[in-house]
Structures are given as C-alpha cells and as structure tokens.
C-alpha cells in the first residue's frame, strides 16, 4: 500500500471550512484513499473514502485530484467536536486482507 | 456507520496474569478482525488479523504466544493478553471489516494497565 504524508497539526475557527491535505504520490490505480479521526482516548471513526471520483457524505468531503496523487479532506463547517487526529490511509480493495496501516495523522484543532 | 463494541473498556491486572478483550460487531458480520495497540502520542500499531475460523495472522514483531487470538464467530473476535507486565500497558484497540464495503469500523478500545 502506498504511503501517505500529512501536516502534523492544523488550526481551524469554528464554523469554518477545515481542509486538510494528504499526498499520496505512489498511490497505483486500484487504491482507495480512506479517510480516519480519532477523538482523544476512543477508537478511530471511519469519515469517508474514494477512488478517483469526488465524494461527499453527512460528514466530510473527499477532493481527489486528476493524477490521484494528493486528496483533501474537507470539513464544511468545523466544530470543536471536530477536534481530532485525521488519518490519511491508502488501500488497495482485496489487498493485504483489508490491513489498515496508520501514519502520524494530522492534528486538527478547532478554536472557538 | 456500523457498530463495533469491545469489553471491558478498561482493565487494571496484576503482573503475570492474563487478560482477555472482547471485540463484537453488533450489526454486521465480520470474517476479518483486526487488533491494534496505542502507547501514548502514538499512532495505532497494527497488531494482528483475526479471521473467523482460522488462526490469526501476526504483524512482524508481535508474539503470538503472548497475544493470543481467537475468532470463533462472525462478530467476536477475542484478544488475550497471556502473563502480563507492565510493558504491556497501552490502549488495545479492535475493528471489524464490513465485508461488502470493504471498509473498517473501529471499537471504543480497552485501556489495559498492568501493576
């Protein structure tokens, strides 16, 4: 699986969009990028994931550039809940039997 | 999204005995669990893949006499942690595949500290 690189910390004023990148320049053609928070102190929570296509659910959107070589995460309107570690985890579907392999992560934190 | 639960959520042991985790999914069936282990300002350190009905796959490094894994079930996967000492303190941390998704839910974690 390819291997991921993000900034180690983020700040971002509530109520506003929080983007946070992660580049991924060895991603091959089958990866997915999957996107992880983890809360302090609980497990991490599954945001979203992508292929090449844009993506949006109830709680982010996935920006995946043409070359699929860098993506953003985006957080419409960030609240202090969004306070976490964001993990950027590439993947490929039906490799390594699913095996999720976590970097540093990007601490964001949300100032009121 | 799905649930995954782990028990107990915290545990405090005695050096040289074993402790045992649960990981169940609650509404979805999962031929493949994993466990991970946390030590503080770490990231999550993949530990093992747990397959239900077979024996568990190990990460380099990590002992499988020590952590013993068994997944008889396809929502529980059970972790072991076999003559504990306090270098084993840490956060362990489970989750389940969904299969049709191909995506990972995450249990809350156990906080294991051992005297």
């Known amino acids: 699986d390819a291997k991921t690189t993000q900034p180690p910390s983020m700040d971002c004023a509530e109520g506003r969009a929080a983007n946070l990148p992660c580049n991924h320049s060895?991603?091959?053609?089958?990866?997915?990028v999957y996107w992880y928070r983890q809360i302090h102190s609980q497990g991490p929570q599954y945001i979203i994931h992508?292929?090449?296509n844009n993506e949006t659910n109830e709680m982010a959107s996935l920006i995946i550039t043409e070359d699929r070589k860098s993506s953003t995460l985006i957080l419409p309107h960030a609240t202090l809940r969004d306070t976490a570690v964001y993990y950027c985890?590439?993947?490929?579907?039906?490799?390594?039997?699913?095996?999720?392999?976590f970097g540093r992560g990007t601490q964001l934190t949300v100032w009121p | 999204g799905a649930v995954v639960s782990q028990h107990p959520s915290r545990v405090i042991c005695k050096s040289g005995t074993s402790v045992k985790i649960e990981c169940r999914s609650l509404?979805?069936?999962?031929?493949?669990m994993f466990w991970y282990r946390q030590f503080p300002k770490q990231s999550l350190m993949l530990m093992a893949t747990?397959?239900?009905?077979?024996?568990?796959?190990?990460e380099q490094g990590v002992e499988k006499d020590k952590f013993l894994i068994n997944h008889a079930s396809l929502t529980l996967s059970t972790l072991t942690v076999t003559s504990a000492h306090p270098e084993d303190s840490s956060f362990y941390i489970c989750?389940?595949?969904?299969?049709?998704?191909?995506?990972?839910?995450f249990g809350p974690g156990t906080r294991l500290l051992v005297l």
């Open positions: 989750s389940a595949r969904e299969t049709l998704l191909e995506t990972q839910y």
């Open positions: 060895t991603i091959s053609g089958n990866e997915y």
């Open positions: 992508g292929l090449k």
């Open positions: 985890i590439v993947k490929g579907r039906g490799s390594t039997l699913g095996r999720l392999y």
């Open positions: 509404d979805f069936q999962a031929t493949t």
């Open positions: 747990s397959n239900e009905g077979s024996k568990a796959t190990y």
